[in-house]
């Protein structure tokens, strides 16, 4: 199995702040890489897919980028409404595996 | 628009199967436009990947589950089904029923695929 691992494991950041979430695979995926977006008591919803792809309905602050083995999800002004856990995900091979996940919180 | 309602038993014996059912709303799940995945959420395993079905039927498991695992689907329902046998504690979680949509990259060999939809998540528990 493909190992997906995140960093950091959670982060506290201001309203306005650049956020910036690291990806590392554990063996190239190419650009078959998805991003979530998961808030309390409610299911994860797709933020980036393919890397870079910004699901429609997804504000312009959050930016997928990379390809390989490592990613970054960058939310440019950090919104209180993005408080939330993130996680990617490799879509590259089966059985398909979730990253740990980044909390962030908002100061 | 679609909508996905997963329903079942919230409480499951210990040894005893797990079984649940998705509603979809919408698109038919026999379309080839989409297929169909199940994923479970715990406190100690995070999101974990269960298995998919295509439009046509064909599946693929979780290797980890596969020994005790069946995905299936109802046409005529417009439903799909995940019943994983043989249950532990360790199988208690959010589990959660989604829509799976391609990307098609120029240059790659395969499109990406991608949870686009999911349903609310129904919590399960393993406990005598």
């Known amino acids: 199995d493909i190992q997906m691992t995140q960093s950091p494991s959670s982060l506290s950041a201001s309203v306005g702040d650049r956020v910036t979430i690291t990806c590392r695979a554990s063996?190239?995926?190419?650009?078959?890489l998805n991003w979530y977006q998961q808030k309390p008591g409610k299911a994860p919803q797709v933020l980036i897919y393919?890397?870079?792809s910004v699901q429609s309905g997804v504000p312009s602050r959050f930016r997928g980028t990379g390809s390989g083995t490592e990613f970054t999800l960058t939310i440019s002004s950090l919104q209180p409404e993005d408080s939330a856990t993130y996680y990617c995900?490799?879509?590259?091979?089966?059985?398909?595996?979730f990253g740990g996940g980044t909390r962030v919180q908002i100061k | 628009q679609v909508q996905l309602q997963e329903s079942g038993p919230g409480l499951v014996r210990p040894s005893q199967t797990l079984s649940l059912t998705c509603t979809v709303s919408g698109p038919s799940i026999s379309r080839p436009t989409y297929y169909w995945s199940w994923i479970r959420q715990s406190a100690g395993k995070g999101l974990e990947w269960i298995g998919r079905?295509?439009?046509?039927?064909?599946?693929n498991y979780n290797p980890s589950l596969k020994s005790r695992l069946i995905i299936s689907r109802d046409t005529s329902n417009n439903q799909l089904s995940l019943k994983l046998s043989s249950v532990t504690a360790s199988d208690t979680g959010v589990y959660y029923c989604?829509?799976?949509?391609?990307?098609?990259?120029?240059?790659?060999?395969?499109?990406?695929?991608?949870?686009?939809?999911w349903g609310q998540g129904i919590l399960v528990t393993v406990s005598s």
């Open positions: 989604a829509r799976v949509a391609s990307h098609y990259q120029e240059g790659s060999g395969y499109p990406v695929g991608y949870l686009d939809s």
């Open positions: 063996q190239t995926i190419n650009t078959y």
């Open positions: 393919a890397a870079s």
């Open positions: 079905i295509y439009s046509d039927g064909a599946t």
């Open positions: 995900q490799q879509s590259w091979s089966t059985p398909r595996t």
